[in-house]
């Protein structure tokens, strides 16, 4: 069979991973571009005679040398000897992608065009002459439907013509005559130097005019070099002599005169453009009013939703976990070996897997804001608060809303943004985020404290203590953050921030696929870490509740008992001074989960005072209501678990930044937990 390699590239929210899925079915392999930090997905299949090797390139809007994602979309077009390029673009915006589709060309990329998303151009009435675009771009355009896979057969034929006859697309390129005699005059010196000829001489000379740093020191390694960037210089100075402007400016409003050239001649466009249904809801929910008070009802209702939809499941898992533990402590000969499966083993993996269910519900239905495009005015309407408060902003929102999801994400996805004080602060504030992994955390003390006994009711809306607690716990985190941030933007981190340039996709209804796709793999993580570190962490905590051998399990007087007694005292003005809330504490730093695990092998599983199981008993004898808050809100705010530390150093290369954020968070969480616990005192709420 013959292999062909076909590279993935377009703006973000254009459907290109959607397109990625549906090609490879998931079959995907994810890991690092070599020597870079940015995950590249690589995916395989088969059609006719022909094994694809399909690679998913990071979403861009341009190729320049901002971030490290457009260098490695430039790179691979550029040394990965791909056979094709697809470009995927949202038809209803063509003008802004195709600034990256002009980009390519200057590159020389044998590409094929998938424009995606006609349903939304035809809504805004934008008429797409297919034929006469692909003529003036010189290379094919394929009308496809990222979801129904519509287009997909002809997209694939395409490419496979395309890969036995390469187009050199730059040649299609038509800039003003002046610009092209400039960019002429350059390229002569370029072209005499073969080692330069490896990439087409028009896009070195476009970068060279744009400053691009990369290009900039390849070119003075050449013999020419010298030659070379003193006709770059004196070019320079001549445009900006001429149009008043910085040759990269020049160099873009060319660009944009092409593509502006191109649309007026392919599309046909109503005299004034039609509101569409995105328009009108944005009206409401990007409001600089309404944003705040509907970003903290949906997230209100995303808990609320959780738990209504997944008690039943989760009591069964419990009646389950608390039939089988007594069982097999009763009928497994070896005391130890019973006392191991059943404290051990039950009560700590099964006291988190308890919470399975509501994980699940939580990851579908956050699933289902980000495919459905809220997720994105969640992340505009935290910048309008926080650009007020902080000053920071720019793609530093991206990564705390996935932070919502798991830490470790979050931290790699600050790799987008340009400004390095921006993205070691956007690591500093990660932590905060209330991840999916505190989740069973507040789950355990909301059982005990905190029932689903209504508040207030309008209707069939009912406000229930549990959600209202769990949600106040989210929004701490995002507070907290936005102090953290203001205080540190004012000393570590001072300077301007990137301006925020954020894509806010058209709003859509989740495909069943999709959303159960994005659930199984954020569910599989959570299962894994239960099959791996929670499993091995719990088998750790069951030994050393156990020795030394012959005394009471999980007593004082074990060796988990004495840890807990040494750093107990240090909780103590928290309210939650137990050496088992200590040690709970201790040992979350492996991950988050591991708190209900300890606290589930200590108490083990069997049934105590008749109806209530022991976790639920050992909760209400370690917290008052009060206490139990202050815990919730340090475990939210101290320390994040040992895989999102180890990436912040892979990001950061080195333990500082690591050492940092450890003492930021857990000097935070304190201050915070003490206020919490000592103001509700003197509120007397003790």
Known sequence: MTKLIVGLAGNPNVGKTTVFNQLTGMRQHVGNWPGKTVEKAEGHFKHGEYEYEVVDLPGNYALSAHSMEEIVSRDFIVDENSDVIVNVVDAANLERNLYLTVQMMELGANMVMALNMNDFAKKKEHHINIDLMSELLGFPVIEINAKTKDGFEE???????????????????????????????????????????????????????????????????????????????????????????????????????????????????????????????????????????????????????????????????????????????????????????????????????????????????????????????????????????VGLHGKAFIPMILGFGCGVPAIMATRTMENESDRLLAMMLIPFMSCSARMPIYLMITSVFFTAIPVFSIGPFVLTQESLVVTCMYLLGIVVALIVAAILKRTMFKGMSAPFVMELPTYKIPSVKGVLLHTWEKTKGFLKKAGTIILIATIVIWILSSVPFGVEYASADSALGMIGTAVAPIFAPLGFGEWQAGIAIVTGLVAKEVVVS?????????????????????????????????????????????????????????????????????????????????????????
Not at 212 to 231: A, N
Not at 302 to 308: C, G, N, S, V, W
Not at 360 to 372: K, P
């Open 155 to 389: 997209l694939l034929t395409t490419v496979e013509k395309q890969s036995k006859k390469p187009i050199d697309s730059s040649k299609k390129l038509s800039y003003s005559n002046d610009i092209k005699g400039h960019l002429s005059e350059i390229q002569e010196v370029i072209e005499k130097d073969k080692n330069l000829l490896d990439i087409p001489s028009v896009w070195t000379a476009v970068k060279l005019l744009e400053k691009d740093t990369i290009v900039i020191e390849k070119v003075q390694k050449s013999e020419y070099g010298s030659e070379i960037l003193v006709k770059v210089d004196k070019v320079s100075k001549h445009l900006h002599d001429v149009y008043k402007e910085g040759p990269e400016e020049v160099i873009a409003n060319a660009r944009y005169a092409f593509i502006d050239g191109l649309t007026a001649e392919a599309v046909k466009k109503p005299a004034v453009e039609k509101e569409t249904t995105t328009d009108k809801i944005d009206k409401i929910v990007t409001n600089r009013i309404l944003a705040p008070i509907i970003f903290v009802i949906v997230i209100f209702l995303l808990f609320h939703l959780t738990f209504t939809i997944s008690a039943p499941f989760c009591d069964a898992i419990d009646g389950f976990f608390g039939w089988l533990g007594p069982y097999i402590a009763e009928n497994i000969g070896n005391e130890v070996l019973g006392s191991f499966i059943s404290d051990g083993l039950i009560g700590g993996v099964g006291g988190v897997l308890v919470f399975l269910p509501q994980i699940i519900v939580l990851f579908l239905l956050l699933s289902i804001l980000e495919d459905s495009g809220y997720l994105a005015r969640a992340a505009f309407t935290l910048d309008i608060i926080m650009h007020k408060i």
């Open 598 to 686: 300890t606290l589930g092998t200590l108490a083990g599983i069997e049934d105590v005072e008749g109806d209530t199981d022991a976790m639920d008993a050992m909760v209400a004898s370690l917290f008052t209501p009060l206490s139990a808050i202050s815990f919730m809100a340090f475990t939210l705010l101290y320390i994040p678990c040992f895989a999102a530390i180890g990436a912040i150093k892979q990001e950061t290369n080195g333990f500082k930044w690591p050492l940092i954020m450890s003492g930021i968070t857990l000097v935070t969480a304190y201050i915070v937990s003490f206020i919490i616990y000592n103001v509700g005192l003197l509120a007397g709420f003790g």
